[in-house]
């Protein structure tokens, strides 16, 4: 078993996966673009950005618009200094810094941020 695609509902799908193309270095998917969807290939899983309306097509009118944070993406980072240089990555690009880089009570190198529509995600490097 493995997640195939996981996906931010997007006010402007271009721009925000634009964002994390550039931060994370991520090649789009182009076989799956379309008017209301752009995926990135993060190793093997798609991280899919799609439009509000996708509510709708899923049967998810409930949870359109969504509220609370029930969720948030982690990006694992090859060490401590990448876990800071792709924060600063972020930040410049948008990012709001919710948590600087600390070490965590797991013992890995961590920041935590809100992308510039204001999902959280953090950036980590386990030890």
């Not at 792709?86 to 009570?105: D, I, K, N, Q, S």
């Given at each position: 078993?493995?997640?195939?695609?996981?996906?931010?509902?997007?006010?402007?799908?271009?721009?925000?996966?634009?964002?994390?193309?550039?931060v994370?270095?991520?090649?789009?998917?182009?076989?799956?673009?379309?008017?209301?969807?752009?995926?990135?290939?993060?190793?093997g899983?798609?991280?899919?950005?799609?439009?509000?309306?996708?509510?709708?097509?899923?049967?998810?009118?409930?949870?359109?618009?969504?509220?609370?944070?029930?969720?948030?993406?982690?990006?694992?980072?090859?060490?401590?200094?990448?876990?800071?240089?792709?924060?600063?990555?972020?930040?410049?690009?948008?990012?709001?810094?919710?948590?600087?880089?600390?070490?965590?009570?797991?013992?890995?190198?961590?920041?935590?941020?809100?992308?510039?529509?204001?999902?959280p995600?953090?950036?980590?490097?386990?030890?």
């Amino acid at each position: 078993m493995r997640i195939s695609l996981a996906s931010i509902v997007a006010d402007d799908i271009a721009a925000l996966s634009a964002f994390y193309a550039e931060v994370f270095e991520l090649p789009e998917v182009i076989e799956l673009r379309s008017d209301i969807f752009v995926g990135l290939d993060i190793g093997g899983t798609t991280l899919g950005f799609s439009a509000p309306v996708v509510y709708e097509m899923l049967g998810l009118q409930e949870w359109a618009p969504a509220t609370g944070t029930r969720q948030y993406l982690t990006f694992e980072a090859d060490s401590d200094a990448d876990v800071d240089r792709l924060t600063a990555a972020a930040a410049a690009r948008g990012a709001r810094l919710l948590h600087p880089p600390y070490e965590t009570y797991y013992g890995a190198w961590q920041s935590v941020l809100a992308d510039p529509e204001g999902n959280p995600f953090r950036i980590n490097h386990f030890r």
